[in-house]
């Protein structure tokens, strides 16, 4: 291999690592793991917390359980985006 396709692996190699390091390890030993974008036990257990507060809410009407079903059921979906919008520390300001 050229010296040039060699850097560009190890570029590579240095991103796949710090992107996510748990799946880099795992492909380093052998026995590969799920990516990040496929790890989704912690959403599935946030919205069915969620939900089950929601309807316990509705059931006995308890404004708070409503809201925090609510909450951690919204909070559940968005765990569920595999790519969630990348900050850079920079605040975006709206063009007026």
Same mark, same amino acid.
């Given at each position: 291999?050229p ?9 590579l190699?240095?991103?796949? @690592?710090?992107?996510?390091?748990r799946? #880099?390890?795992?492909? %380093? %030993?052998g026995?590969?793991?799920?990516? =990040? @974008? ?5 959403a599935?257990?946030? +919205?069915?917390?969620?939900? &089950? +507060? ?7 009407p308890?404004?708070?359980?409503? #809201?925090t079903? +609510? ?5 559940g &979906?968005? +765990? ?9 520390? =920079?605040? =975006?300001?709206?063009?007026?």
């Open positions: 291999m010296q040039s396709d060699d850097k560009h692996l190890v570029d190699a240095a991103r796949f @690592e710090q992107d996510d390091p799946f #880099a390890r795992s492909m %380093s %030993s026995r590969p793991t799920r990516p =990040r @974008e496929y790890r989704r036990a912690r599935w257990w946030v +919205l069915g917390i969620g939900l &089950v +507060l929601l309807t316990v809410g509705l059931i006995m308890d404004g708070l359980l409503i #809201a079903g +609510l909450v951690l059921s919204g909070i &979906v968005q +765990l569920f985006d595999p790519y969630p919008p990348q900050t850079d520390g =920079r605040q =975006r300001h709206s063009a007026r």
